[in-house]
């Protein structure tokens, strides 16, 4: 299962995907200690994080950058985030950008 931009975050297009039931999908997470779900938020936040770290999007507002993942609003998207990294959105676009390679 791959999560894009605008795709339907719901299980229903991954089980589909993979020719099996939905109930069935969240059974194979639960059996790993997962949930679909989380599994799902957990791949939005990594595209999220991609983006942030990627100096051609640095135009890009950071909620901008949260709506393209589905998140509701930039203060669910900052919550998530920090809760899964430890630092807020900014600070990891601030991060590598204070980050240069050495002089030579």
């Excluded at 109930?23 to 939005?44: M, N, P």
């Amino acid at each position: 299962m791959r999560t894009s931009p605008g795709a339907d975050r719901s299980p229903g297009p991954g089980a589909r995907a993979h020719h099996i039931s939905v109930t069935y999908l969240h059974r194979l997470f639960s059996d790993e200690g997962a949930s679909v779900g989380a599994w799902i938020r957990g791949q939005r936040l990594a595209n999220a994080r991609a983006d942030l770290e990627n100096p051609d999007l640095d135009p890009v507002p950071i909620h901008r950058i949260a709506e393209k993942w589905g998140f509701s609003s930039a203060s669910v998207f900052s919550r998530a985030y920090r809760e899964s990294y430890g630092v807020s959105p900014r600070d990891t676009r601030g991060e590598r950008r204070t980050a240069r390679p050495p002089a030579r």
